[in-house]
């Protein structure tokens, strides 16, 4: 079946940097698009950013120029880095696989139909 499973959460100091990883499994990874979410505590789910079935990434300006996500087609891998962090970065992050979501549409939740659990990442100051 579909496996999406997040890992690297933790505590982490402000302004230090994390890596968090999604390994998934079932499905053709090379074919999908993958994305990170967000959900911080009390807030609504938020795009993060995305890296297209042919590598292209797009980002959300909230992290813009603090965040890189790649992939690994050969590990069924996705990875997202976020350096120079801020309190405003604790959230669960969630990795999800989207067949066929296009252009702008790739940035919302509802065009995503593989979601895995999600790991937590708290940022203390």
């Known amino acids: 079946q579909v496996q999406l499973v997040e890992s690297g959460g933790g505590l982490v100091q402000a302004g230090a940097s994390l890596r968090l990883s999604c390994v998934a499994s079932?499905?053709?990874?090379?074919?999908?698009?993958m994305a990170w979410f967000r959900e911080a505590p009390g807030k609504a789910l938020e795009f993060v950013g995305l890296v297209r079935i042919n590598g292209v990434t797009t980002y959300a300006d909230s992290v813009k120029g603090r965040i890189t996500i790649s992939r690994d087609n050969s590990r069924n891998l996705v990875s997202l880095q976020l350096k120079s962090l801020y309190s405003e970065d604790t959230a669960d992050y969630y990795c999800?696989?989207?067949?066929?979501?296009?252009?702008?549409?790739?940035?919302?939740?509802?065009?995503?139909?593989?979601w895995g659990l999600g790991t937590t990442v708290t940022v203390s100051s």
């Open positions: 999800a696989a989207s067949r066929s979501c296009v252009g702008s549409g790739c940035s919302s939740s509802s065009t995503y139909e593989s």
């Open positions: 079932g499905f053709a990874f090379d074919s999908y698009n």
